[in-house]
């Protein structure tokens, strides 16, 4: 089954750093597309949240609660897609979620699949 892998969450005190990343993963298939989309996220008890979006130009959104301390990016060479995370705060714990759409060949057939990470808990002490 084709899916993203997302990495790099972990426990960090108020004021570090993580960065994210997000992969395309499978067995017996072709990667033809890779659209990154956006990140993700569901603290404990709360609805997931948007965190960024990025666009087919590269233009990227951001929740007002990271703006100035997260960064989206992607390297379409790697099909990959990362959340540089600074200045972390305790109300930034959560679980973190990637969405892309992906074009993929599999047992010879095409398919399109807007998929989603399994999540990484990001969890940040006072």
């Known amino acids: 089954q084709v899916q993203l892998v997302e990495s790099g969450g972990g426990l960090v005190q108020a004021g570090e750093s993580l960065r994210l990343s997000c992969a395309v993963s499978?067995?017996?298939?072709?990667?033809?597309?890779?659209?990154?989309r956006g990140w993700y996220r569901q603290a404990p008890g709360k609805q997931r949240e948007l965190v960024a979006t990025?666009?087919?130009?590269?233009?990227?959104n951001y929740a007002d609660s990271v703006k100035g301390r997260f960064t989206f990016t992607r390297d379409n060479a790697k099909n990959t897609m990362y959340l540089q995370m600074d200045n972390l705060k305790p109300e930034d714990t959560a679980v973190y979620s990637c969405?892309?759409?992906?074009?993929?060949?599999?047992?010879?057939?095409?398919?399109?699949?807007?998929?989603w990470g399994q999540g990484t808990l990001v969890t940040v002490s006072s």
């Open positions: 969405n892309a759409d992906l074009v993929y060949t599999q047992y010879d057939r095409t398919q399109a699949l807007n998929a």
């Open positions: 499978g067995s017996n298939f072709r990667l033809i597309q890779f659209n990154a």
């Open positions: 990025i666009a087919s130009d590269g233009v990227t």
